[in-house]
């Protein structure tokens, strides 16, 4: 199963629910939680328009992180965190692609990457764990999430309660990502008959152009073989047991 299917799951779950894009303030004050903290560069539209794009894969993950960190009990539960199944899935499937890379071969190459972990460990200028995050720092759809702490012991520990808050901001990106691109170029006639049907709006891709319709239920799919994708929509009774 490809990281696509996935991608078209969150979207159309995001789409049923009236997600739309958020900032980095938005995505911050949805969280409620006082350990991350957002940092908006100042971009404008100009500036926008002459950064490149992103670059990698949907859920591709790059960590920057030295080989022997990487070895020790931070990098441990670090890969721990990362290295989780999609939730909601029929079997185990990994919701990242996790590569790495040392700190001294953070170049302008690896900079534009789409998701990015950095650590930052620092005794005198950290008092307590945070999370902070950037986005469209040096590519258009990037974010950077960097964990600052005064020690590594202390950065592991807080990986242990904290790691779903790390997932959950690179999660959104990719979901705010396709929800952006599905916005200008979804199937029309999918969002027709599911509003007609069942009252509520859905964007698909265009390539899912196959229908089939019934009572309280629509199908869509791609019916191209190994590479297939379908979405089933469909409402039953609802009885409190």
Not at 2 to 22: D, I, P
Not at 129 to 156: C, H, M, N, W
Not at 177 to 206: A, I, M
Request: glycine share 8%; proline share 4%; hydrophobic share 35%.
């Amino acid at each position: 199963m490809k990281h696509s299917r996935y991608l078209l799951t969150l979207a159309v779950l995001a789409a049923l629910c009236g997600c739309q894009q958020k900032n980095a303030q938005q995505d911050l004050a949805a969280t409620g939680q006082q350990q991350i903290t957002a940092d908006v560069p100042g971009t404008n539209a100009r500036k926008m328009s002459f950064m490149p794009k992103a670059s990698g894969n949907p859920y591709e993950l790059l960590v920057v992180m030295g080989n022997a960190q990487w070895e020790r009990p931070v990098g441990n539960a670090l890969f721990e965190v990362l290295d989780t199944d999609l939730p909601g899935v029929a079997q185990g499937e990994r919701q990242f692609r996790i590569s790495r890379i040392d700190p001294k071969s953070y170049d302008k190459k690896y900079k534009i990457f789409r998701n990015i972990l950095l650590t930052d460990i620092q005794a005198g200028v950290y008092s307590s764990t945070k999370i902070k995050f950037v986005r469209d720092l040096y590519s258009r759809g990037q974010i950077i999430v960097t964990l600052q702490s005064p020690s590594e012991s202390e950065l592991a520990e807080f990986l242990g309660s904290h790691g779903d808050e790390v997932l959950a901001l690179f999660n959104k990106s990719e979901i705010n990502r396709q929800v952006q691109f599905l916005q200008g170029k979804h199937n029309p006639l999918v969002s027709e008959h599911v509003s007609k049907t069942f009252g509520c709006d859905v964007w698909v891709p265009v390539e899912l152009n196959k229908y089939k319709y019934g009572e309280n239920f629509f199908w869509c799919g791609t019916n191209t073989g190994s590479k297939d994708r379908n979405i089933v929509i469909y409402t039953y009774p609802y009885t409190d047991a």
